[in-house]
């Protein structure tokens, strides 16, 4: 039985897209709206948004079909999409939460019940990993998940109560900032590192931003300094500033702290670079799975409006005019990538670019303009108001300053590490309890997967770069079933332009299935080995890119870990042939020899 589909009509329909405009033109909110009121977007809706902003109905279309968050078909009142990232996944307490709770509400994974009242389903990482099991509920977070508030929670689906009447502590989502270090135990008043700025004049505190060695702080390190220099140089009346908040890494949950703790500090750093660049517009590019953090976001922005931090002639200065607007994603962790991000800013599928031209040229609506991650527009807005000298003085010669690191997995204390760089593997998995430890994971998936002859390796560009991602996996932990867990999201998340990626990460995932199941042999081990270089060397992104590394990774540092599941045969198929012939055996009734392969 189908779920009940929720009529739209086109006048329905236009009220919501009339509603939705005035506060944002932006595609991505529109369908946000519509799909709200319907709970899905029905074909009617692509007809009447490509109509109302002047687009073509394939471009609408296909952002539809390209976002995780948007449905052609109806979800649930209670739309509930459960983490399966190792440190927040729905199995991290050992428990299967999904099935336990698909069982108590009788309904399918990925399906909607036949009443309409639910969906569920499972998602990648939400940026919960330092609490647990986690889920969003119409988009919002709960935390902490057990066996007993897995329980609750269907009760009070199947009661029909209100999100806004479910406990209030479920929601709470806490900083857990364990270390603080240059930026964190330092308090920022806003509008202090544009006043210093103003004193020192803008050609100077560019100079300042780069002597200070700052490098962007996502993981590739680029110089922070000339990254502002070259936008401000591109010839062009029009340039921008945009903030990537898509932070979908998993494992990776600083910047939701930093936004939620320390957005005044993000905002200035974006502002003291509009001065520098000659912005006068920024926006923020807040992932998806942060929605919950928009409100809090918006009221920030509007109090450094009263202050006269934003708008016109900004702390009175003529011709110093810059705001910013917040653009929400809809789950795609490939936007996290620059080019993509600013592709999916401008209503479209989150395809990345060809490079170069790059974005400082030919950036935002081809415009020149700069793109940086939250922690690093926070390090320049420090940077401004203290000086360069007070950031150099901490961190290595070619890696200044602080990393703050997103710990999580098998440690006493999961959280906010901010360290100086430079600091040791050993030192953190200290500070963090951990214990036993087999191997860590540095920088997400797509970073590096370490074993213990490795844990005296510095935090640093010259010689352990990381985006913030630190993931503990002691002895108990089966690495070959989470190296699968990141094949299955870097096969997901693929966004599917080129071929090397969208088809390669597919054939890792099978490959390590196989092992994992215990029919993959020594052929198949050649096999990913010879498929991760080519992905790695023929891929489009970044994301192609880095995809093999866990597995690439995996066979240098932990052989035994493959070896230990091969099948002892020269070869065996991805599939059990004679087990594919069960149905037709089971039809025909016939089990004698000739009916079986073996």
């Known amino acids: 039985m189908s ?113 309409g009242l639910v969906s569920l389903d499972e998602t990648s990482c939400i940026g919960m990993c330092d609490h647990g099991a986690a889920l969003l509920v119409n988009g919002m977070p709960i935390t902490g998940l057990d066996a007993n508030k897995i329980m609750r929670i269907a009760d009070l689906v199947e009661a029909g109560a209100s999100i806004e009447n479910w406990p209030a502590e479920w929601f ?173 800013m401008e209503g479209k599928r989150g395809v990345p670019r060809n490079r170069p031209p790059f974005p400082v040229t030919h950036g935002y609506l081809g415009q020149p303009t700069v793109i940086n991650n939250v922690e690093t527009f926070a390090a320049a807005a420090h940077i401004a108001l203290r000086g360069s000298p007070w950031f150099r003085a ?58 213990h002859a490795k844990f005296n390796r510095k935090l640093g560009f010259e010689d352990m770069p990381s985006g913030g991602s630190f993931i503990v996996f002691d002895q108990g932990r089966d690495l070959l079933a989470i190296i699968g867990n990141f094949a299955h999201f870097f096969a997901h998340e693929s966004c599917g332009f080129c071929t090397p990626c969208r088809v390669g990460t597919v054939l890792l995932k099978n490959g390590l299935d196989k092992i994992a199941g215990g029919h993959g042999t020594q052929y198949d081990l050649d096999e990913m080995k010879r498929m991760g270089a080519l992905i790695k060397r023929r891929s489009h992104c970044g994301l192609g890119q880095t995809a093999a590394n866990p597995i690439l990774d995996g066979l240098q540092q932990f052989p035994r870990v493959f070896e230990q599941r091969l099948a002892h045969s020269n070869f065996e198929p991805y599939f059990d042939l004679d087990g594919a012939l069960e149905e037709a055996r089971r039809i025909t009734h016939r089990d004698d020899a000739a009916a079986h392969l073996k």
């Open 394 to 451: 901490v961190g290595t010669e070619k890696s200044t300053g602080s990393k703050i690191l997103s710990v999580s997995g098998d440690c006493a204390a999961p959280g906010i590490y901010e360290y100086p760089f430079g600091v040791s593997i050993q030192q953190v998995l200290h500070d963090c309890g951990a214990k036993n430890v087999q191997a860590v994971q540095i920088g997400g998936p797509s970073g590096a997967l370490i074993n």
């Open 3 to 115: 779920p009940p589909i929720l009529t739209a009509t086109v006048e329905q329909i236009k009220a919501v897209i009339a509603d939705a405009y005035p506060r944002s033109s932006h595609l991505l909110h529109i369908l946000h709206a519509l799909q709200q009121r319907f709970l899905h977007i029905p074909h009617a809706a692509v007809l009447e948004v490509a109509s109302h902003l002047g687009l073509p109905i394939s471009q609408v279309e296909s952002v539809v079909e390209f976002y995780s968050f948007f449905y052609h078909t109806p979800r649930g009142r209670y739309n509930i999409l459960l983490s399966n990232c190792t440190s927040c996944g729905y199995k991290a307490g050992g428990e299967d939460l999904l099935h336990m709770l698909c069982h108590r509400l009788g309904v399918v994974a990925g399906k909607t019940r036949a009443d």
């Open 172 to 344: 709470r989502v806490d900083d857990n900032i364990r270390i603080s270090g240059l930026l964190l135990s330092n308090e920022f008043v806003a509008g202090d590192g544009m006043r210093a700025m103003l004193v020192r004049g803008i050609d100077a505190t560019l100079a300042d931003i780069t002597q200070s060695g700052l490098r962007g702080r996502g993981g590739a390190g680029f110089s922070t300094g000339m990254k502002w220099k070259f936008c401000r140089e591109a010839q062009s009346e029009t340039h921008y500033v945009v903030c990537n908040a898509d932070e979908g890494e998993p494992g990776t949950f600083k910047d939701r702290v930093l936004l939620h703790s320390h957005a005044d500090a993000v905002f200035e750093g974006m502002t003291v670079c509009a001065a520098v660049t000659g912005a006068e517009e920024g926006f923020l590019y807040l992932r998806g799975e942060y929605r919950y953090l928009l409100p809090q976001l918006q009221a920030v922005l509007a109090h450094r409006r009263e202050l006269g931090l934003l708008g016109s002639a900004i702390l009175g200065q003529p011709g110093f005019n810059f705001d910013i607007e917040i653009i929400v994603g809809a789950g795609a962790y490939i936007c996290g990538e620059e080019s993509a991000l600013l592709e999916s």
